[in-house]
C-alpha cells in the first residue's frame, strides 16, 4: 500500500492546532532571523578589525568549536559572549580585552533589545501554547534563560551540551518533546537555520516555522508550504 499525502507544517497546523511551540535561541528569540556570526561580522569591521569574510568564518567557528568542547555551566549570557569574542580575536592574532570587551557590549545589548520586545510576544503565546527552547548551546542556557526574562514563560529548555545531541539529530528535539509528554505533531518549531532547526525538525515529523531575515534574499524552505516569516512579530499572525 502507498503512502499517503504528505502533510506540510501548514497542514499539520491547520489540523488541530499545536499545543507546543519550541524555538531555538540564537538567531530567534534574540535576533531577527540572523546568526550570531553574520551579526557579529559588522560590529568587527566597525571596530577596525580589518578582515575578509572567509578569515573571519573559520576565526569564528574556531572559537564556537573551542566553547562547545569545554561546556561552561557557570558562565552567564555575557562572559559566554566575551569568551567567544576573545576567542575570534585571538585566531585573528589581534589579543585585545578591551575590544573583545566594547564588541561583547554592543553584541549583548542589541541580543536584550531583542529578547526584552519578543518576550512581549511570547507572554501572548504562553496564554494558548506551552513554550520551550531547544539550542546547540554551551550548558548555560538554563542560567541564561533566567538572566534574560525568558525563564517564567518556558516549560522546558533542552541545551545540546547538556544532553550529547546536537541539532539537526532528531534526538535533541525528542527530549523536549519527551519532557512535554507530547507526539512531534502535537508541537511546532521555530527557528532561523535552515540545516540545523528545519532539517531537524522535519527528520521528527515535528511541523516547523522558519524565521529568516527579509534581507537575506531569495528564501526556499525545506518543505513546500511551509511557514516563513520575516520577523519574530510575524508568528502572532502565523499561530493565532
Not at 63 to 69: I, K, M, P, R
Not at 72 to 101: H, K, M
Not at 181 to 194: K, N, P, R, W, Y
Request: hydrophobic share 40%.
Amino acid at each position: 500500500m502507498g503512502a499517503g499525502p504528505r502533510m506540510t507544517t501548514a497542514s499539520r497546523m491547520a489540523d488541530g492546532g499545536p499545543k507546543a511551540i519550541l524555538f531555538d535561541f540564537g538567531g530567534t528569540l534574540d535576533a531577527d532571523g540572523i546568526t550570531k556570526k553574520d551579526r557579529f561580522y559588522p560590529l568587527y569591521l566597525d571596530e577596525g578589525v580589518e578582515v575578509d569574510r572567509a578569515r573571519y568564518d573559520q576565526a569564528f567557528y574556531t572559537a564556537d568549536d573551542a566553547l562547545v568542547a569545554k561546556r561552561l555551566e557557570a558562565c552567564s549570557f555575557r562572559e559566554i559572549i566575551l569568551l567567544q569574542v576573545t576567542g575570534v580575536l585571538e585566531a585573528l592574532n589581534r589579543v585585545d580585552p578591551a575590544l573583545a570587551s566594547r564588541l561583547c557590549d554592543r553584541f549583548l545589548e542589541d541580543s536584550m533589545d531583542k529578547i526584552r520586545a519578543n518576550l512581549t510576544i511570547l507572554h501572548k503565546l504562553s496564554g494558548r501554547f506551552r513554550l520551550g527552547i531547544v539550542s546547540n548551546f554551551y550548558g548555560n542556557l538554563a542560567r541564561v534563560c533566567v538572566e534574560t526574562g525568558l525563564a517564567p514563560v518556558m516549560s522546558v529548555v533542552v541545551d545540546s551540551a547538556c544532553i550529547g545531541f546536537t541539532k539537526p539529530d532528531p534526538r535533541i528535539f525528542q527530549v523536549a518533546l519527551t519532557q512535554l509528554q507530547l507526539d512531534a505533531g502535537e508541537a511546532v518549531f521555530v527557528g532561523d537555520s535552515l540545516p540545523r532547526d528545519m532539517e531537524g525538525a522535519r527528520r521528527l515529523g515535528m511541523p516547523h516555522i522558519w524565521l529568516v531575515s527579509d534581507n537575506c534574499g531569495p528564501r526556499v524552505p525545506c518543505c513546500p508550504g511551509d511557514p516563513m516569516i520575516g520577523s519574530f512579530p510575524d508568528l502572532l499572525e502565523a499561530l493565532l
